[in-house]
């Protein structure tokens, strides 16, 4: 047990780096086992080196562009703070050399994270094909162990950085601990940036590549030439693997750094004493310890179906889950109960308040099982074990591709019924339990078990690049296709399970670090202020809605141009390459073609979407003021959400009607339906249509919507009330024009 006073910089910082520790020797076994592994000889080891050298040669292309954003930024983060008339409330430091130094550690450790990640599943994906060999079971611990690798990056990398940074500031300060720790929060901000900024970026790019290559081999393979699906013929199919992991890894990773450190700052920076400000530090770091145990009770049989391959998975992270409300129970005891009065306790005002412990620790429940009831969800939503996806495909069996088309923008419009009602509720619940601080921890508490979580959404992308590499390799037998399949689909259930459940942490995150913005603007009584009825408020909450729409659509329309090159590019090798539609030997195309093609126009289309992200919420506070950004803020994650969920969910589930007959070949009607039949060549369009939905402009949406909440909070000193920066504000408006409008003419023309 420990009292108040008990709670140090050191005390903080012990959980959580230990638990950075746990995940370290996590990665370590886990790359062991990945090395051990066979890659087998011939062909597929050529296919993978290319795999491997176009998911880097990307990654150095994309990070080479963002090194001049991110220099900007922290000028721009430095000459804004270091210039205001005075600190924060409370404080006496200003807070702009700090804020930069986090947010250069944050963007290096989210790109690294990716990096990390990419690396291993470039390297894993060879190995769970070989695996698939053996049996189903050790393809599936192949892939998951190099998906893990992600997952445990990710927590590392978050864990380490911020509790280093947090010691840093907070035991190395002028003033008394508990001033030296809130201004080491409030710096934080800045690390919680940087890994929004990289992830945004690594997720519009990312995915701009992986569906302009998959519509790409998909229209002009599939649909035109009539040929398999990764087959060796298509000029596409290294691009398409490519992509999977450029976007499904380590845009994923970034994606949930960026979650994950940014509910541990924002529960943070709205505690009102040390007990609460340690409670997040320290259910991370116990998150950290239950998912390395978890992760090993994942395993499967040879026989096994999609059920038991879903249920396999479901293990590992229900066992987390469980493991994570026993270590939260702990930590509530021993930060909450010091022996004394346990009823009260003083805030940073010295005003004596409840304890509610207790009751933080319900919150950290309702937001394990939130995570885990969203992520059921969508998965009914997208697994084709269920009535939605079938009922896809059944559509197209009477009416062909628009039908198909209907039935799947009508499921994934219903799909958003079940994830807002859930974290409706837990909005509710947690606020009544412990305000917007038990908010803020349920966020924490959802994304706890991250490492196992996350493994389950990047092993999808290894199990779908390990059949695209049987699929072109000429001596890979028939069953370790059929294997690699049952794989790719599970892989594809878990990752619109994965998406569901980034953008359910997403809201509650980014709902959190709203909330830690509004309590750090300096204007008076700014929480009353915010009332719908207010129409500089209402005005926020309209531009907010109408900018995941935006963001959505520009990121489509790039998918569109950037496919439009790769169909030609495509249709020009089939049309001058002589034998190669025939498959004639001695007859090869030029794969590497189409990946320099795809990362050189996903990176520049990257550039508009991130410029508007970035720049319109600090045009929006200083031209109109706090209560019009605080507007924005809400309507964007209002918006955000039910865009998000129902783009993912539907391109999911046209996805998986696709292979719910490629894998079962139902009955329908009376009819079994095949490959290659009319209802089969259907999904496949309706596949193409929501491949942009569910890669590209659906998992976008979280980011920004997170992007947006922690650049006002990291900015927060800056924003006065209503027109009182207008100046600013209108220099503002115009660097957007110009900036915008000159990518836009860079990029279009």
């Not at 008394?176 to 900024?197: K, V």
């Not at 306790?345 to 950290?364: L, R, S």
């Not at 009914?380 to 923008?409: C, F, K, N």
């Amino acid at each position: 047990k420990m009292k108040p006073e008990d709670i140090t910089p050191l005390a903080v910082a012990s959980v959580p780096f230990v638990g950075g520790l746990v995940a370290l020797v996590m990665i370590a076994v886990l790359m062991g086992r990945v090395r051990a592994a066979s890659e087998g000889s011939g062909p597929q080891l050529f296919i993978a080196k290319q795999i491997s050298e176009g998911a880097t040669s990307f990654l150095i292309t994309e990070y080479s562009y963002l090194l001049p954003y991110v220099i900007s930024v922290a000028v721009f983060i430095v000459a804004v703070l270091e210039t205001q008339d005075k600190a924060p409330d409370g404080s006496e430091q200003l807070g702009g050399w700090q804020t930069m130094i986090c947010f250069f550690v944050g963007a290096a450790l989210s790109a690294a994270a990716g990096w990390a990640g990419m690396k291993v599943a470039t390297e894993t994906n060879v190995k769970t094909m070989e695996s698939a060999k053996l049996g189903l079971n050790p393809a599936l611990q192949i892939a998951f162990a190099g998906g893990a690798v992600m997952g445990f990056c990710v927590v590392a990398f978050g864990l380490l950085g911020v509790t280093v940074l947090f010691y840093a500031f907070s035991a190395g300060g002028a003033y008394s601990d508990e001033r030296n720790m809130r201004d080491a929060i409030r710096f934080l901000s800045g690390f919680g940036f940087g890994g929004s900024s990289i992830a945004l970026f690594a997720r519009v790019a990312g995915g701009i590549y992986t569906k302009a290559a998959d519509v790409g081999a998909d229209l002009v393979g599939k649909v035109e030439e009539d040929i398999p699906e990764d087959d060796v013929r298509n000029p596409a199919t290294v691009a398409d693997n490519v992509g999977d992991n450029v976007g499904d890894v380590a845009g994923m990773g970034a994606d949930l750094f960026e979650s994950f450190v940014g509910s541990i700052v924002a529960a943070a920076t709205l505690a009102q004493n040390n007990r609460e400000l340690a409670l997040p530090f320290w259910i991370a770091g116990f998150g950290v310890l239950a998912a390395a145990i978890g992760f090993w009770t994942v395993s499967t049989k040879d026989d096994a179906s999609q059920n038991d391959l879903l249920h396999s998975l479901h293990r590992g992270i229900y066992s987390s889950s469980l493991l994570v409300v026993a270590l939260a129970a702990v930590c509530v005891h021993i930060l909450f109960s010091d022996g004394g009065d346990y009823d009260d306790q003083f805030n940073y005002d010295g005003v004596m308040t409840a304890n509610k412990g207790w009751e933080y620790f319900g919150c950290i429940i309702i937001g394990l099982v939130s995570g885990v009831a969203v992520g059921e969800a969508t998965e009914y939503a997208t697994s084709y074990a269920y009535l939605p996806v079938q009922s896809i495909t059944e559509a197209g069996s009477v009416g062909g591709a628009a039908t198909v088309v209907i039935q799947g923008l009508g499921v994934g419009m219903l799909s958003c019924v079940p994830p807002t009602i859930i974290i409706t509720v837990a909005i509710i619940a947690c606020y009544e339990l412990g305000g917007v601080y038990g908010i803020s921890v349920s966020a924490v508490g959802m994304l706890s078990t991250l490492g196992v979580t996350l493994a389950t959404d990047a092993y999808g992308p290894i199990a779908d690049n390990a059949g695209g590499i049987a699929e072109m390799s000429p001596d890979v037998p028939e069953d370790v296709r059929k294997r690699t399949d049952m794989l790719d689909a599970l892989g594809n259930t878990t990752a619109a399970t994965g998406k569901g459940f980034a953008i359910g942490s997403a809201v509650l995150t980014a709902l959190s670090l709203m909330n830690a913005f509004v309590q750090l603007v300096p204007v008076d009584n700014l929480v009353e202020k915010l009332t719908i009825t207010d129409p500089l408020v209402l005005a926020g909450v309209l531009i907010g809605t109408m900018l995941p729409f935006l963001f959505g659509a520009l990121t489509m329309l790039s998918v569109r141009k950037a496919a439009g090159a790769i169909i030609v590019e495509v249709q020009r090798q089939f049309n001058t390459i002589p034998g190669l539609r025939e498959g004639k030997e001695g007859a090869v195309c030029d794969h590497m073609a189409c990946v320099r093609m795809c990362t050189v126009s996903s990176v520049k289309e990257m550039i508009i979407p991130g410029l508007v992200a970035v720049l319109t919420p600090i045009t929006v506070g200083l031209l109109v003021g706090a209560r019009c950004l605080g507007g924005l803020l809400v309507g964007s994650i209002a918006g955000g959400f039910m865009l998000g969920v129902m783009m993912s969910n539907a391109g999911g589930a046209w996805d998986n009607s696709k292979k719910y007959i490629e894998n079962e070949f139902p009955v329908i009607n009376g009819v079994k339906v095949l490959k290659k039949s009319d209802t089969h060549k259907a999904c496949v369009v309706g596949d193409t249509v929501g491949d942009p939905f569910k890669d590209t402009s659906g998992p976008s949406l979280n980011i920004l919507i997170k992007l947006m909440a922690i650049f006002s909070l990291t900015l927060a000193p800056i924003f006065r009330d209503s027109w009182e920066t207008y100046v600013e504000g209108i220099i503002m408006l115009i660097v957007e024009i110009v900036l915008v409008g000159g990518a836009t003419y860079y990029v279009w023309w």
